[in-house]
């Protein structure tokens, strides 16, 4: 039986005398009653039967199809349903809105979604091509705002969307642009710096929020697309409206859109080898053609920063305090380890279960998983050692890597003489060896593994000062 004869039986049914037989067998193989095994296709025949019901019991009309007590519970049990629906003046809800009600309904309880016989089911379900249902569920807001295909006139993701001013006329809306770049990472590893040293290129616009933060944590919260994209695109929409160059680009340096995750465990709360998707598969899947750049740190000396910079501790007391935090968290990630999870598991577990944030400087665990949805030519990595020691020649690169108009040398020495952004002045104690002795340890496999994924034996930090 089609959609179609399930939504005509279902309009008609307030009129009907006589319910066939075919309706009567499903009514009784009481498939209906367990909603979150069902599948989307028979989701829809669920739906179209409640109604169905909804209106028989209220007319008493057809209860010839009340052919056993078992079909008789399941009606009531659909109607009873049908009546906590929240309508404005006992209004009966349509199909499609009660339909589109427990697919979310699904997504939001993490049900298994199956029977997707066909694209224009799914479509109908994730609004969008070849994206997977588990997918959807971590950012359906992206999914359903952001286009498929940007205007081709602009190197920086840019559109106009459909709308009608007075009169069904169309009107101009106004441009909306998503981030061409991400200076995704890590935090304490001069991500500031870079930033600032970025636009100063002629070609390079700011955002008006450095560290939105939407991605990883702003979304998750009330901000929506529109308000993302209308804060932070402002300045090069208005350029391009203007029919500057169109090569020129926007980016978000958000330093926790490489690593931050926090949020994975509302969406799969049963998942024992980590979580099934991160915010990297968001974004290359709405923006595939993205630049990531990635500064890392020796991590036990980005550690060390990380904390006094939002942590404010007696001076004496501060490395003996960091010291007991360190073993703390050092102890969480071996049960972890013991509970029979692995090194990725524990690593997106344990981001917010420490009050040092010591899991940030797992990189390879991070850009393992960037790897696996991004090509190698889109992430440029550095290292905060290498960029305050040549500047002159790493800033030339990273223009080069946004496909930037090449600066003259002169210009490029100006703007790295530019003094460093957001170093943190605040007076501090050197680490306890014992600390350095642990975290070095620690670390020390995760290194490893970096070295090997970026073929450079200089991310073992082997030749760091700390």
Same mark, same amino acid.
């Given at each position: 039986m089609s959609f179609y004869q399930i939504d005509i039986l279902t309009a008609l049914s307030g009129g009907l005398n006589v319910v066939p037989l075919y309706v009567i067998f499903l009514l009784e193989s009481g498939l209906y009653t367990f909603k979150k095994k069902i599948g989307l296709v028979n989701l829809r025949l669920y739906v179209s039967l409640k109604l169905f019901c909804f209106n028989a019991m209220q007319q008493r009309k057809n209860v010839i199809f009340v052919v056993s007590v078992g079909s008789l519970l399941l009606c009531l049990k659909l109607t009873a349903d049908l009546k906590r629906w929240p309508r404005a003046q006992n209004e009966l809800p349509t199909i499609k809105s009660l339909y589109m009600s427990e697919v979310m /309904?699904?997504?939001?309880?993490?049900?298994?979604? /199956?029977?997707?016989?066909? +694209?224009?089911? !799914?479509?109908?379900?994730? +609004?969008? !091509?070849?994206?997977?249902?588990?997918?959807?569920?971590?950012?359906?807001?992206? @999914?359903?705002?952001?286009?498929?295909? @940007?205007l081709p006139k602009f190197r920086n993701p840019c559109w106009r969307s459909q709308l009608s001013g007075e009169g069904g006329l169309m009107t101009s809306p106004p441009l909306k642009c998503l981030p061409y770049f991400f200076l995704a990472g890590m935090p304490k590893?001069?991500?500031?710096?870079?930033?600032?040293?970025?636009?100063?290129?002629?070609?390079?616009?700011?955002?008006?929020?450095?560290?939105?933060?939407?991605? /990883?944590?702003?979304?998750?919260?009330?901000?929506?697309?529109?308000? *993302?994209?209308?804060?932070?695109?402002?300045? #090069?929409?208005?350029?391009?409206?203007?029919?500057?160059?169109?090569? #020129?680009?926007?980016?978000?340096?958000?330093?926790?859109? @490489?690593?931050?995750?926090?949020?994975?465990?509302? =969406? =799969?709360?049963?998942?024992? #080898?980590?979580?099934?998707?991160?915010?990297?598969?968001?974004?290359?899947?709405? +923006?595939?053609?993205?630049? #990531?750049?990635?500064? =890392?740190?020796?991590?036990?000396?980005?550690?060390?920063?990380? @904390?006094? *910079? =939002?942590?404010k501790h007696d001076y004496d007391k501060g490395p003996s305090i960091f010291h007991s935090q360190v073993k703390e968290y050092l102890r969480r990630f071996k049960s972890c380890l013991a509970n029979k999870k692995d090194n990725r598991t524990c690593a997106y577990d344990l981001q917010t279960e420490s009050k040092v944030r010591a899991s940030i400087g797992l990189y390879s665990v991070y850009l393992r998983d960037w790897l696996k949805v991004f090509p190698r030519d889109q992430i440029k990595v550095i290292r905060l050692e290498d960029w305050q020691t040549n500047c002159t020649q790493m800033l030339p690169q990273l223009f080069e890597f946004l496909q930037l108009r090449k600066l003259d040398s002169t210009d490029i020495k100006k703007k790295c003489r530019r003094h460093p952004s957001n170093v943190n002045k605040r007076p501090t104690k050197q680490m306890l060896p014992e600390t350095k002795q642990l975290l070095k340890e620690f670390y020390r496999p995760f290194n490893v593994e970096l070295a090997q994924l970026l073929n450079d034996d200089k991310y073992l930090w082997e030749d760091s000062a700390l």
């Open positions: /309904t699904f997504i939001n309880e993490g049900s298994p979604i /199956t029977d997707l016989t066909n +694209l224009e089911q !799914k479509e109908e379900i994730i +609004l969008r !091509k070849n994206i997977s249902e588990s997918l959807y569920k971590l950012a359906p807001n992206v @999914f359903d705002a952001v286009p498929e295909e @940007f590893s001069g991500t500031t710096d870079v930033h600032d040293k970025l636009h100063t290129h002629p070609q390079v616009f700011r955002a008006r929020v450095k560290e939105p933060h939407w991605w /990883t944590r702003k979304r998750f919260t009330g901000t929506s697309v529109l308000q *993302y994209i209308g804060g932070q695109s402002i300045n #090069i929409a208005k350029q391009l409206v203007k029919g500057s160059d169109p090569s #020129i680009i926007m980016g978000d340096s958000s330093a926790s859109t @490489f690593w931050d995750n926090i949020k994975w465990r509302q =969406f =799969f709360p049963q998942e024992n #080898i980590g979580p099934p998707h991160v915010n990297a598969e968001v974004i290359s899947t709405v +923006l595939p053609k993205s630049q #990531i750049i990635v500064t =890392f740190r020796d991590p036990t000396a980005r550690l060390f920063s990380d @904390f006094h *910079y =939002f942590n």
